[in-house]
């Protein structure tokens, strides 16, 4: 806590929370999957790209990057979650001098999304922390394979943009037995030029999420080089799909297509 007596979120910030927290917005995917699975009926309003659980009944307000702040106000939650690289800041800041209290999560790494979820429950919505998280953090506690594969993760194309440096998906990868050639550049998603797509690479793996890869829209781009698809949530979301990722995304990269 902050010494008002508020709590704090990921960034420092202080929150000055009603109590019980009952009405929530979530403007993350991940937090939206994750406080519905845990906390049943608290969820009031969500993105529209929050689509897991599938047909969650609540009231949308447009998207990550350009939530209908008033309609938020309208509906007079007693928090709104936000995520620091899914979110901008004029959002966050905009909902807060409309006197709406906001949690940002920060989560680079799978030990900060552990971490960020347990304090999101124990201590932002006043919880028990979930199982599922316990039993994400016993899947992912294996250390990777050794040697790592020399890989690329786009996440967008034309231009080609790659998953860089301190990023959850990057340390996801690592884990998984990956190494991305791209970690060395400065930005955490670079935007390579094709010449650079390529060099060094064993393995290209391709999510279905931000950009919808498939067998005919990507692969040809990695001519000689092995092609894993792989689902984008289980790559890229920190909520309940992490108990069940790593054994997903094992199966998927160990059966490549040749591009």
């Known amino acids: 806590m902050d010494p008002s007596g508020g709590v704090v979120d990921d960034l420092g910030a202080s929150v000055a929370l009603r109590r019980p927290v009952a009405r ?18 608290l969820l009031v309003a969500a993105t529209d790209w929050c689509t897991h659980p599938r047909e969650l009944p609540v009231e949308r307000v447009r998207g990550t990057k350009n939530p209908n702040v008033r309609r938020i106000g309208e509906i007079a939650p007693d928090l709104v979650v936000c995520n620091q690289e899914e979110n901008r800041r004029i959002d966050v800041d905009r909902m807060r001098a409309a006197g709406i209290a906001v949690w940002v999560t920060r989560i680079r790494t799978l030990d900060e999304a552990l971490e960020s979820m347990r304090r999101l429950f124990t201590v932002a919505l006043d919880t028990a922390a979930p199982e599922w998280l316990r039993q994400a953090a016993a899947q992912w506690a294996q250390p990777p394979s050794e040697p790592l594969r020399a890989a690329v993760i786009p996440v967008w194309r034309d231009p080609w943009m790659v998953v860089g440096r301190d990023t959850f998906t990057g340390d996801l990868a690592r884990r998984l037995g990956l190494r991305l050639v791209h970690a060395a550049l400065p930005e955490r998603y670079p935007t390579v030029p094709i010449s650079a797509l390529t060099a060094g690479v064993d393995l290209a793996v391709l999510p279905d999420e931000p950009y919808v890869f498939t067998e005919t829209d990507g692969p040809e781009a990695f001519p000689g080089i092995d092609v894993a698809l792989v689902e984008g949530r289980s790559l890229t979301w920190y909520g309940p799909s992490l ?12 059966h490549p297509l040749r591009a």
């Open 243 to 254: 108990v069940t990722a790593r054994q997903l995304l094992t199966r998927q990269l160990a």
């Open 24 to 41: 929530v917005v979530s403007l993350v995917p991940s937090l939206t999957e994750a406080i519905a699975v845990t906390c049943p009926g």
